[in-house]
């Protein structure tokens, strides 16, 4: 008698385990990975309570499906958070570093003064300026610019002049302690700063900024007598610098202004003049128009006694229209 054999019946592989991922996948989105633990680590002006309350991260969330990058944004909307990170941290744990954000220059406006960070923050508007920081003028924020938000004025290119003095001056530890009194940005091209209220120092575009500073700062401190008083002018970049003193710009300005003077007296001369020949143009060209006028009138009382054959009346008469 022939035994049947019996065929096994083979379980599909890959259906089998896209459904155990789908399954495991479900469970760590909703069993497993829950929130159980926040990090801080960094300076701050806040408490961890504020921290973790302005992230948006709660307990028990989902550790895969929790937004950090938002995190992240929600962190630095305090007004003195320059920085942070957030990281996950299997199985069930949160890291967050925070850079608290330092004043480092006020932003002298027409009605305001704004304390700004390092990193071009917004911190607070005031009426006076704080002691002790870099003064900046020509800054020209935007309207509407509120502390927490980032400095703008409105023109990407004079924004990024204005971040590099910063940056260069505060990783080179300018300050006004150093004697660096005033900062004027108003022209992006022509940046210049007051080195104890007694030496304005012009430094052009923001090209090579650390050379510049360090090759001015070296002659403001080391070749200038204490009491000097004038304009240092950085000439082609950081390779040369002329300097000239208070009594010099005074004979300057006071010859300039001589200069000018006798420029404008002349011009209102040529001026006056040019009027005057005007004028007689004019008058002689009045006096040619009554003489043609008065010919005019004569030739036609003389064609009016001519006898009417003759063609001279009408030439006359087109004559005189073609003067009026």
Do not use: W
């Amino acid at each position: 008698m022939a035994v049947r054999r019996q065929r096994k019946r083979s379980v599909p592989f890959m259906p089998v385990l896209i459904l155990v991922l789908i399954v495991f996948g479900v469970l760590c989105v909703t069993v497993f990975f829950k929130i159980d633990t926040v990090k801080l680590t960094g300076s701050s002006n806040y408490t961890p309570e504020e921290l973790v309350d302005a992230s948006g991260i709660k307990a028990g969330a989902n550790l895969i499906v929790t937004n950090m990058g938002a995190a992240e944004k929600n962190i630095e909307k305090l007004v003195y958070v320059e920085d942070a990170t957030v990281k996950r941290s299997f199985p069930s744990s949160v890291s967050i570093n925070v850079t608290a954000s330092t004043p480092v220059a006020n932003f002298i406006c027409d009605r305001n003064v704004l304390l700004v960070s390092q990193g071009g923050k917004v911190l607070e508007s005031s009426e006076e300026p704080k002691a002790d920081l870099l003064d900046f003028y020509g800054t020209q924020p935007a309207p509407g610019i509120v502390p927490g938000d980032k400095y703008t004025s409105g023109d990407p290119r004079k924004d990024e002049a204005v971040n590099a003095v910063i940056a260069c001056f505060t990783e080179e530890g300018y300050t006004a302690g150093d004697g660096i009194t005033s900062i004027d940005v108003t022209d992006r091209t022509q940046i210049s700063f007051m080195y104890q209220d007694r030496i304005k120092v012009e430094i052009g575009n923001i090209n090579d900024l650390s050379s510049k500073m360090r090759f001015a700062m070296e002659i403001l401190e080391n070749r200038l007598e204490d009491r000097r008083e004038g304009v240092l002018t950085l000439i082609g970049g950081a390779a040369r610098a002329s300097f000239m003193d208070s009594d010099s710009i005074k004979k300057a300005d006071a010859l300039y202004e001589s200069n000018l003077e006798v420029y404008e007296s002349k011009k209102a001369e040529e001026a006056a003049q040019a009027e005057a020949e005007a004028a007689a143009r004019a008058e002689a060209e009045g006096r040619r128009k009554e003489e043609t006028t008065v010919s005019g009138e004569e030739e036609e009382e003389t064609e009016e006694t001519s006898p009417p054959e003759e063609t001279e009346e009408e030439e006359t008469e087109t004559h005189i229209v073609m003067y009026e």
